[in-house]
């Protein structure tokens, strides 16, 4: 064996500690941890194990298998499904043709093996049907290049004899039940046979043993590509005939300009999250002279499809050009794309077809630029980019394979589709608009989309939260994020905020959110903040204020400096920070929502806090005039919280001392700074209705309401949070 560009990552120290379960799912990890092997969720693995029936006490065979929506760079021994092989093998008595192969899959349970509630894939019996131990069905980029090239059969045969396999060759079939009987009939029908290229689909691999089977697997994966690397060097040859435009010097700033409207225009019927690639590969393609082409043709792998539909939304934008122009040919392009998806569900739909989705595009191109991509959330985007550049490998690939001559046949055509219903160009064979739909709105599809769990309340949503690093920011922060939001983190406590990032990944995931520093008094740390959140998350829909300062001396008494600092932090930051949200809210024309942090002391008159009061009271009139303002699209509202002492930076040590002085409240100098605010904090709630401390968590829940879109309806208004303050009730 002798690899060029992946490795052997097998150690038979590890393997040899294993049983044969545990082994099947080392071999899949191994293999999913290489996405030039396979990408996230693709492709999947079986090993056909002896084991003692729980019933009889027999030993049967069992056909272990990677179960429905498993990933095989994570799956666990659980998570693959056991079917008894001869009963899955008998189900070949019950089959009635491609048009009843739906039916088949609600017939895999009964061949469950010892009850195991993983649900068993559409792949199953192509795995079943094959005739070896362990099966590796995999969608490396070289593979599909191979499969999804015009002249594949022929670069097959040619692969073969050159390194001295004898792979078979089956036309493009839906995966199923025909195609494991397609399977099974080709390898008998080809002595020696080592593996099967399935024709705009894949590569099927084996061994009889676990690391023969992972062996031959990364082996033939490698010597396709060196296969390809050869031919991507013949003379004359240029990766997808060479550059038409070169990347613009501020193609990372024009990206960040039109994110938020491009997020917002595809988000008209439901919201999306997005992430952006400017990677060479995706460069090398958007700036080429046939990307036009071959993005408008489609993909061609199933795997890749479900993620990318049919195909990305290319923008003929010629990047010597005024960037300014990219928002209307964004519009055009967008009508365009959606008249053409109707299109398309119109002339493959049937009548008991699921209904038409989303027709927005998930993947976005654009020359000189990059790739924007769309998900219902970051990994959902980040992934879709992901298979659209295994794509771009794949359309790569297929155009090294027909270097040096144009072949006009399609091996892939087959019982399931004709060679005119194939689409080519440059040697690339997308899959046919008719079989992209069968995949796209199969029932079986539909019913994995509809076992998805319900998406909560702010999913799809991305939130900033401004002073997010302690306090009530924190307490939103984990509060948004049970609630399925993405967070920002922003806060001039970096340490704070990074500290609270940690707190939400472990809630709802590490890739759900960032942090950032922050100076609200300063617009270009606002627009820094804003850009991360942006180049993060394609733009956001909630923006929350928590920030504050109170002014205190240790004499009373207020400089003239520190009123100016006070208005300044208190009234005018929330100004621009919402002057600078302003212009991506519009962008995005898509509903958002605004909460900004007032207090009980906006209302209630009192000695020697006259700089925070003041600036309260006009920051509760900037959140009516804001709401105003920014209709209909953004609402603006505020709550006004009493004193809360828990975890506000606001109460230092040394203020928290000087108000339990002040009002004559006994504590003892040993105290911690916990157990000096909760006497603080006591003494408070002993003021109000409910005598109830103001909780910082009580915040956040008045907060959650407002920015949820369950408050649609309310705007321009401020929630008391004060324990039922009577000093504070409006007059």
């Known amino acids: 064996m002798s690899l060029k560009f992946l490795e052997d990552r097998w150690d038979d120290a590890v393997a040899a500690t294993l049983d044969e379960p545990e082994l099947l799912r080392y071999r899949s990890n191994l293999l999913g941890s290489d996405l030039r092997i396979t990408n996230f969720g693709g492709g999947n693995t079986s090993s056909k194990l002896r084991s003692v029936d729980p019933i009889t006490g027999e030993l049967v065979d069992v056909l272990w298998v990677k179960g429905s929506g498993g990933d095989l760079g994570s799956i666990k021994r659980t998570g693959f499904a056991t079917l008894y092989l001869d009963r899955l093998l ?43 131990p362990h099966v590796d069905h995999l969608h490396p980029d070289w593979g599909i290049a191979l499969a999804a090239s015009a002249n594949g059969k022929i670069k097959m045969e040619e692969f073969n004899a050159e390194f001295g396999h004898k792979l078979a060759w089956l036309p493009w079939q839906r995966p199923g039940f025909e195609l494991g009987m397609m399977l099974r009939k080709i390898v008998e029908e080809t002595p020696g046979c080592d593996g099967v290229v399935l024709g705009g689909h894949g590569l099927f691999t084996w061994g009889n043993t676990q690391r023969e089977s992972y062996l031959s ?18 003379e004359g040859h240029e990766v997808f005939g060479g550059a ?36 060479p590969q995706v460069l090398e393609f958007v700036n080429s002279e046939q990307a036009k082409q071959l993005a408008h043709l489609g993909t061609s792998c199933p795997d890749h499809f479900i993620r990318t539909k049919i195909r990305p939304m290319y923008i003929p934008w010629d990047p010597s050009g005024d960037p300014k122009e990219l928002k209307g040919l964004i519009e055009t392009a967008l009508v365009t794309y959606r008249a053409e998806y109707a299109e398309y ?10 209904a038409i989705r989303d027709a927005s595009p998930t993947v976005v191109l654009i020359p000189g630029v990059g790739m924007f991509t769309f998900g219902k959330n970051k990994t959902e985007a980040r992934l879709t980019g992901e298979f659209y550049i295994n794509a771009i490998g794949v359309m790569q690939g297929a155009g090294a394979l027909g270097a040096g001559g144009v072949c006009l046949d399609i091996p892939q055509a087959g019982p399931a589709a004709t060679a005119d219903q194939f689409k080519m160009f440059q040697n690339y064979v997308a899959l046919p608009a008719s079989e992209a739909f069968r995949i796209e709105y199969w029932k079986l599809e539909e019913a994995k989309i509809r076992r998805q769990p319900p998406e909560k309340e702010l999913s799809r949503r991305v939130a900033l939260i401004v002073g997010g690093g302690s306090g009530i920011g924190r307490e939103v922060a984990l509060m ?4 399925g939001a993405h967070i920002v983190v922003a806060d001039r406590d970096v340490a704070g905020a990074e500290a609270v990032a940690a707190e939400v990944a472990a809630i709802s995931g590490k890739e759900t959110v960032i942090w950032t520093s922050i100076d ?20 956001f829909d909630i923006l929350i204020n928590t920030a504050a300062i109170f002014p205190s001396s240790p004499d009373g008494i207020i400089s003239d400096a520190m009123w100016g600092v006070t208005l300044e932090v208190n009234v005018t930051a929330n100004f621009i920070l919402t002057d600078e949200a302003a212009p991506i809210f519009k962008d995005q024309g898509i509903d958002g929502s605004i909460v900004l942090t007032s207090s009980a002391n906006a209302v209630v008159s009192k000695r020697g806090s006259e700089a925070y009061d003041v600036s309260k009271a006009a920051l509760s009139h900037l959140v009516r005039e804001l709401a105003v303002g920014l209709s209909p699209t953004v609402r603006v509202n505020g709550i006004s919280p009493a004193t809360v002492v828990k975890g506000s930076t606001m109460f230092p040590r040394d203020r928290v001392i000087a108000s339990l002085s002040k009002y004559g409240l006994p504590f003892e100098t040993s105290f911690t700074d916990n157990e ?26 008045a907060i959650m309401f407002l920015a949820a879109p369950s408050a649609r309806c309310t705007t321009g208004h401020l929630i008391p949070v004060d324990g039922g303050l009577v000093e504070a009730f409006l007059r």
């Open 90 to 132: 008998s189900l070949e008595k019950a089959y009635k043709g491609v048009d009843a192969e739906d039916a088949m899959v609600d017939l895999y349970p009964m061949c469950t093996f010892n009850n195991n509630p993983v649900a068993a894939s559409i792949d199953t019996p192509l795995h079943g049907f094959l005739p070896f």
């Open 217 to 234: 697997t990364i082996t033939i994966i490698d010597q396709i590509g060196q296969f390809i690397e050869r031919h991507a060097k013949t």
């Open 244 to 279: 038409k435009v070169k990347t613009h010097a501020d193609g990372a700033k024009i990206a960040l300009e039109i994110f938020p409207f491009l997020r917002g225009l595809v988000s008209r019927k439901q919201r999306w999250i997005g992430s952006f690639s400017q990677l």
């Open 345 to 354: 569900y119109n002339a493959h739909a049937l009548p008991d077809s699921p």
């Open 480 to 483: 948004a994020a049970e609630r």
């Open 520 to 539: 609200i008094r300063d617009r270009k740390a606002i627009k820094a903040a804003l850009d991360a959140t942006i180049k993060q998350f394609g733009g």
């Open 676 to 701: 000096l605010r909760d006497v603080l904090a006591g003494f408070y709630a002993k003021r109000t209705l409910t005598h109830q401390p103001i909780d910082p968590k009580d915040c956040a829940a």
